[in-house]
């Protein structure tokens, strides 16, 4: 069973910025070949895909584009998501999640996270 454990969430300002990590339970060769992500849900909505990593490549949402920046270390076996620029649109429970399939922000993942708040106001 794969544990995903988030942190780094908070309460921020309009324009500021937080750093999400997640730390996993497997080991760093599996890490490696898994794809990671990060996805977010907000009160009344459905759960979205907010950035994906496999390697080397990345995929992200519209939405967070040029303000987010997802990357992984193997070796600590963790994720992480810069956020900069934040608004109060990216308010929201932010989740880590991982699969051993290609992980798009379109599709989903087979682990999940509990979850970090992040919480931006105006």
């Known amino acids: 069973e794969v544990q995903l454990v988030e942190s780094g969430g908070g309460s921020v300002q309009a324009g500021g910025s937080l750093r999400l990590s997640c730390a996993t339970s497997?080991?760093?060769?599996?890490?490696?070949?898994?794809?990671m992500g990060w996805f977010r849900q907000a009160p009344g909505k459905e759960r979205e895909g907010v950035a994906t990593?496999?390697?080397?490549?990345?995929n992200y949402a519209d939405s967070v584009k040029g303000r987010f920046t997802i990357s992984k270390d193997n070796a600590k076996r963790a994720l992480y998501l810069q956020m900069n620029s934040l608004s109060p649109e990216d308010t929201a429970m932010y989740y880590c999640a991982a699969a051993p399939w290609t992980l798009y922000v379109s599709t989903k993942p087979r682990y999940w996270g509990q979850g970090t708040q992040v919480t931006v106001s105006s």
């Open positions: 990593i496999y390697g080397d490549s990345t």
């Open positions: 497997v080991s760093a060769y599996t890490f490696s070949t898994y794809s």
